[in-house]
């Protein structure tokens, strides 16, 4: 067991181990679950390609900061701002802030899918038409969801509890590959449906006449949570990897799988949803409702036994991540608060209990609202639309303005040992235009938020990042 007095850095027992932890932290709900609905909600094909262009410019620009901030100082998220610069402890506490705010509705949705591994296994699929119906009423039971989303958080704690190496190495080695393949053999499925053509053309034909600053602002959400930056956990991944890999690949890599994996669950979501007739715009539920329907259609084993996969894959595609959000509470209560890591791992999940269950209960209506937003929409909002993108847009001012550029240089080619090409864009884009970029973004966002309804709660996640800031200056 791990003890709280000097030890050497738990790191990575291999590359190929790091880069499949990261990218299994990146590949999760966000790709499958949120991505397709997201895309529906927001128009689709322009909202695809303005999340792209985030992914490419301000996705890979941030994991690569992240990683080296972490590679740099040795620290996880808290520790990596506070030993460079006390005043700056800020972005690390909002960080931790935004990790936890995903902690409590993640695990949730985690439930569900393993839920539907169960469901399906006893029959679902036999009643395809009722899917939708199957849907809304187990996710507004006060009891059932709650049952699963505690089974999903115990396999969570069993697996953080055995520590980096052991644990969550092995899961992505495995599990990943595994869900690759089934959403290959789910998109071939649906493409060959009647009607199919239709969704492609939603997916990939962008009509900017659906854009406007709740779109832009979404897409941009949705690259730094589908990348689990802004986090800090691919600061404390970072401080976990050894010093002679190579920082610019592993995060092109990691951005690569993430992106491929995102756009494959659209494939493979979008031409059968038009072949069905499921609307776009269908919510929350898209995956859990259109799945079940598709392999129903497929018939007999093969359909039964896929949809099964599927879900299994879904389940183990969200453990991988929700381990290593669970994983930046953890070593930070670890590092900073000295506890022991069972203690951590005690704490932070208990503190994911609480909030995971009034965010399931406010699924069905029950329990407080602010701004008549429920628990589950406060935290996904707040996150998502806000935090995220404030955050990072903190770790660039910090690195492009507070960190040295040299030790920057330095941490990203290993000391001139793997040369980086675009060193200085890298830098210009950190230090001036994606700062800029998403001030702009998170603005105009918050600014139309006030029409949708949504804008009191925006704005108050931006009073409290003020505020965090303000107050720990004079910690
Ligand atoms: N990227 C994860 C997903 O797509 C979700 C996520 C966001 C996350 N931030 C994170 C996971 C931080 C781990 C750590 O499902």
């Avoid at 089934?182 to 659906?210: E, H, N, Q, R």
């Avoid at 896929?306 to 991988?320: C, D, M, P, Q, R």
Wanted: some cysteine; proline content about 4%.
């Amino acid at each position: 067991m791990a003890t709280t007095q000097p030890k050497p850095r738990d790191s990575w027992g291999s590359k190929l181990g790091f880069v499949m932890a990261a990218a299994g932290s990146a590949v999760g709900l966000g790709n499958i679950w949120k991505f397709p609905y997201t895309a529906g909600e927001s128009g689709g094909g322009a909202f695809v390609l303005i999340y792209l262009f985030f992914v490419v410019f301000i996705g890979f620009s941030v994991m690569l900061t992240e990683f080296a901030i972490g590679r740099h100082t040795q620290k996880s998220a808290v520790g990596a701002f506070k030993s460079t610069d006390r005043r700056w402890t800020f972005v690390g506490l909002i960080s931790l802030v935004s990790g936890l705010l995903i902690m409590g509705f993640y695990p949730v949705v985690g439930g569900w899918s393993i839920a539907y591994v169960y469901k399906i296994a006893t029959g679902l699929i036999d009643a395809p038409a009722t899917a939708g119906d199957t849907f809304t009423s187990f996710i507004s039971n006060p009891i059932e969801p709650i049952i699963w989303m505690t089974m999903y958080l115990l396999l969570n704690i069993l697996i953080v509890i055995k520590g980096i190496s052991g644990g969550i190495e092995k899961a992505g080695k495995i599990l990943m590959p595994t869900l690759f393949i089934i959403l290959i053999i789910v998109s071939v499925k649906g493409l060959s449906l009647p009607g199919s053509g239709a969704g492609l053309g939603f997916l990939f034909t962008p009509d900017f006449s659906k854009v406007d600053s709740n779109v832009v602002l979404a897409a941009l959400g949705q690259a730094f949570f589908s990348l689990s930056l802004a986090t800090g956990c691919m600061v404390t991944y970072g401080s976990y990897l050894k010093k002679k890999e190579s920082l610019v690949q592993t995060t092109g890599m990691v951005i690569a799988m993430d992106s491929g994996v995102a756009l494959l669950a659209g494939i493979a979501m979008f031409p059968a949803m038009f072949a069905l007739g499921v609307e776009p715009a269908a919510g929350p539920g898209l995956v859990f409702v259109v799945i079940p329907q598709l392999f129903a259609q497929m018939g007999g084993t093969i359909g039964f036994g896929l949809a099964l996969l599927f879900f299994i894959g879904l389940s183990v595609a969200a453990l991988t991540s929700s381990v290593s959000l669970l994983e930046v509470a953890v070593s930070y209560l670890i590092d900073e608060k000295g506890l022991t890591r069972m203690k951590a791992v005690v704490v932070s999940s208990l503190t994911m209990v609480v909030m995971c269950v009034f965010a399931s209960l406010s699924l069905g209506g029950i329990g407080p609202t602010l701004f008549d937003t429920g628990v589950f929409d406060i935290f996904d909002l707040l996150t998502d639309k806000i935090f995220l993108s404030v955050c990072g847009m903190f770790i660039c001012i910090f690195a492009g303005w507070r960190m040295n550029k040299e030790d920057l240089r330095n941490e990203i080619t290993n000391y001139g040992k793997v040369p980086f090409r675009f060193f200085e864009l890298w830098y210009t884009l950190v230090k001036y235009v994606i700062p800029f970029a998403i001030a702009l973004v998170a603005f105009m966002g918050v600014k139309a938020g006030f029409d949708s309804g949504k804008g009191e709660i925006m704005a108050l996640g931006v009073a409290f990042i003020g505020l965090t800031a303000f107050v720990s200056k004079k910690l």
